[in-house]
């Protein structure tokens, strides 16, 4: 589905396009835009040519279409004509259009701005590349040619901001740089760990219906900061899911009206069409269902799969479904539900701010943040997690990333038991720390035999620092032949 582009995307955009690439079925229903092009022919006289362009997904393939539904069209101009390009978002999703060598830059629209317009004048012949600035957009197709013919003319701009002489960027004003402040209608997009769905006990197979909405919201990630999550059901991580292998599972996914971004949902636990990716890719407003049979029991993550993915799962889109063997799992006294991300923000960690995502962090793997449960304080402050001593607590432990492993471990306690990798199929015994993949999952029970806080961390230890902190409280009586925090002899409680 990429041979017509082959000759125009360099190696690396092919590789972005058949990692990310959205699948042909999405392909929206574009509407061919009213407004006429009324560039005309040839004329080296100073010409005024306006292009109207729409967002749309063509063969799989994120694209600018012409009124003639011609995808990534070249767009053609003589020196000194002045173009205005009409742009609006045909599937609702957030886009731009800029051409970078010239210091041409439209504005943000999406399905509720309506069209967006850019002017400028041309003044030097060549072909430069005009693209959607959001990230991942111009990997996955956006991207055509602007073709200018003629001879520079004597007033051409200065190469950079020139602003003063009959240049480009005499029409172009570029948009403010918003105002920073820690937004305050954030709210808390914390998954609370307790929200363990019931055990599925004995039972045969059946059908399980679930509906799960992608919804973009302004959360708190930290005293005094905000960010942008994008996330499934408002919370970080969505809503985990249980079921039994030999399930049938009906999962609708619904995009929120009020979304810019189109998401997705690649189930690790689903065989088949890219986990789900390949036929859930829902516009804003829309959404899509697929069925899928539970193949093989264990932990699995899920996560949003639409360009870029890296960005939809650090912004927050990720979960995990449990799928329970025949005659479902060993009962224990607590079960708990855990993830850990890794999160990208413009400005450094701590900045009392309302933090932007940052992609060239995200694609040079340094975080600004590490988390469980989407912020900072999630399983310290926000939620508690509690247990008396001779309980036995199963945590469902996984990582969404996008990019960092978990070295995972409980400060003061050993794992009686690790399903490695999430597999229920294998069960280690007496393990200090256990190392769960990006995209990956575990389950650890400890017997908790002695009272006090016990800590979940990433034994990567520096990232405590960024975030990465939980607990564990137990209440109950101290055996001090297991523990004794005193000095010798006499007993001194603590
Ligand atoms: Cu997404």
């Known amino acids: ?44 006289a100073a010409a005024a040519r306006n292009y109207v362009l729409e967002t749309g997904i063509v063969d799989g393939k994120m694209v600018f279409i012409d009124e003639k539904g011609r995808p990534n069209p070249v767009l053609r101009a003589n020196v000194g004509d002045t173009v205005e390009l009409k742009v609006k978002s045909g599937e609702g999703a957030e886009h731009d259009i800029a051409i970078p060598d010239l210091k041409v830059q ?8 309506g069209p967006t317009s850019v002017r400028f004048k041309v003044t030097q012949p060549g072909k430069f590349a005009y693209y959607c600035t959001i990230a991942g957009h111009r990997q996955i197709g956006m991207e055509g040619v602007f073709e200018v013919t003629g001879t520079a003319s004597a007033s051409a701009p200065k190469p950079a901001n020139g602003n003063g002489n009959g240049g480009v960027a005499d029409l172009y004003t570029p948009s403010a740089a918003p105002a920073a402040a820690a937004d305050p209608q954030a709210v808390s997009i914390s998954q609370n760990p ?10 045969a197979p059946q059908l399980l219906k679930y509906r799960m909405e992608t919804v973009e919201l302004a959360g708190k990630l930290d005293d005094g900061t905000t960010f942008t999550y994008w996330t499934f059901d408002k919370k970080v991580p969505g809503p985990m899911l249980r079921a039994r292998v030999g399930d049938t599972i009906e999962l609708t996914l619904a995009n929120a009206r ?14 088949g069409g890219h986990g789900g990716g390949e036929h859930t890719q829902v516009g804003p407003g829309q959404e899509k269902t697929i069925t899928f049979k539970l193949l093989n029991a264990g932990l699995y993550v899920y996560h949003c799969a639409t360009p870029l993915v890296p960005q939809h799962i650090s912004a927050g889109m990720y979960g995990m479904i ?4 025949e005659g479902g799992m060993p009962k224990v006294d607590k079960e708990y539900y855990v993830m850990q991300g890794d999160l990208y923000t413009k400005h450094a960690h701590g900045t009392k701010t309302h933090q932007e995502f940052d992609t060239a962090k995200m694609s040079n793997e340094m975080p600004d943040y590490y988390v ?6 999630s399983l310290t402050k926000e939620h508690k997690m509690t247990a008396k001593v001779g309980e036995t607590v199963r945590l469902f432990f996984g990582v969404g990333g996008p990019n960092k492993i978990s070295s995972f471990h409980v400060i003061g306690e050993i794992f009686d038991k690790v399903y490695s990798e999430g597999s229920l199929t294998a069960i280690k015994k007496d393990v200090q720390t256990t190392l769960v993949p990006a995209g990956g999952a575990t389950i650890v029970e400890m017997k908790m035999d002695y009272p006090g806080q016990y800590l979940l961390v990433d034994h990567a230890l520096s990232r405590a620092g960024k ?19 005193g000095a010798k002899g006499a007993g001194s409680t603590h």
């Open 258 to 271: 009020s979304s810019k971004q189109i998401h997705s949902i690649d189930l690790h636990s689903v065989t």
């Open 1 to 44: 589905m990429f041979h017509s582009f082959k000759n125009k995307m360099s190696p690396l955009a092919i590789a972005a396009a058949l990692c990310f690439a959205i699948p042909a079925a999405m392909a929206a229903s574009h509407v061919a835009p009213k407004t006429k092009s009324s560039a005309s022919a040839a004329a080296p």
């Open 372 to 377: 469980f449960n989407g912020a900072v304080g």
């Open 467 to 485: 975030g990465l902190v939980g607990a564990i409280s137990v209440s109950g009586d101290a055996d001090k032949s297991i523990y004794n925090g």
């Open 194 to 203: 307790a929200a363990v769905p019931a055990p599925i006990g004995n039972r």
């Open 106 to 113: 439209s504005k943000k629209f999406d399905g509720t701005t």
């Open 322 to 325: 449990l799928v329970e063997p």
